[in-house]
């Protein structure tokens, strides 16, 4: 006949095989053992395309990653820029023509941009 999975056939009768030989279960098939390293989960062996394909998910999902810590590290130092900008309009304020409420409130800006100053 052919081969089935790998494992030759023989030119025995259904019968015959039936009467001499036992169950499938009860005998050892060394075309299992190769079988089953190959196998996944469905049933088959991976063939190279999908083996290519999960390669390259692979490849594409740690890219990704990368992608998103550079843009978090991106987005920080805009952010500190921006502090930084938002500091400098504050410490340049003229403080002297101001009325008592909005002195206070730039003396503690200018006290919490003092700190950051300090801590970067």
């Known amino acids: 006949m052919g081969e089935v999975g790998g494992c030759a056939k023989s030119k025995v009768p259904n019968d015959a095989i039936n009467e001499v030989t036992p169950a499938s279960s009860d005998v050892p098939s060394s075309c299992a053992a190769t079988e089953d390293s190959s196998v996944h989960s469905g049933g088959r062996p991976e063939g190279s395309k999908a083996a290519k394909k999960r390669k390259n998910d692979d490849v594409s999902i740690s890219d990704l990653i990368k992608g998103q810590h550079d843009l978090l ?23 002297s023509n101001m009325d008592d409420k909005t002195r206070e409130y730039f003396l503690a800006k200018r006290k919490l941009a003092m700190k950051r100053l300090k801590f970067d």
């Open 73 to 95: 590290e991106i987005s920080r130092n805009k952010q500190r820029v921006f502090q930084s900008f938002t500091d400098d309009i504050v410490m340049s304020k003229d403080l």
